[in-house]
């Protein structure tokens, strides 16, 4: 952000951090947690696998879409990077493999551009080991390697049971 150096410099600011795989930096949570204190008109959005464990942490999980919804999204998806997609069972098993999960479902779809379905499908056959940052989460997929929650942290005394 422009002009601040310090946490403190948004004090008197409403601003909003959004942090994307925080699941790799778990160890910064402290980070947060003091940002959020210094600056306590500072929202947080976070994206991990594992929660950051900080107060006023709310978690939100990512539900699959259903099998109909998903080939869909990845068909749309896929026909902007390659127009002559064409949805079959190979589609239908990509969707199955990234667990309907929607991020999941675009980044795929956007590999299509030069890849073929079924190389795409190749690929996710040969699973990632799971991040050692996630121990004890159930890896449940492929798509778990990719997305599976969301997580919003808000500053002490902002949240109620109003707060989505």
């Given amino acids: 952000m422009v002009g601040v150096r310090e946490p403190a410099d948004l004090r008197d600011r409403e601003a909003l951090l959004l942090v994307d795989n925080f699941e790799h930096l778990l160890d910064a ?12 008109n500072t929202k947080v959005l ?6 950051l464990r900080v107060e006023g942490e709310l978690e939100y999980a990512v539900e699959p879409l259903p099998e109909d919804d998903a080939v869909a999204l990845l068909t749309a998806r896929a026909r902007a990077v390659r127009g ?12 199955r ?6 991020l999941a479902l675009e ?18 056959e040969r699973r ?4 050692t ?17 969301l997580s919003v942290v808000y500053p ?3 949240v109620d049971e109003t707060t989505p």
Avoid: H, N
């Fill in 128 to 131: 990632l080991p799971y991040p």
């Fill in 84 to 95: 002559d997609f064409v949805p079959d069972g190979v589609a239908l098993e990509l969707c």
């Fill in 107 to 124: 980044l795929a779809a956007s590999r299509l551009r030069s890849l073929g379905p079924e190389a795409l499908l190749s690929r996710l």
């Fill in 156 to 158: 002490r005394g902002v």
């Fill in 133 to 149: 940052s996630c121990a004890g989460v159930d890896p449940t997929g492929c798509a778990a390697c990719v997305v599976s929650d």
């Fill in 29 to 40: 949570a402290p980070a947060i947690r003091a940002l959020l204190s210094a600056a306590p």
């Fill in 97 to 102: 493999r990234l667990d309907g999960l929607p």
């Fill in 46 to 51: 976070v994206t991990s696998r594992a929660p």
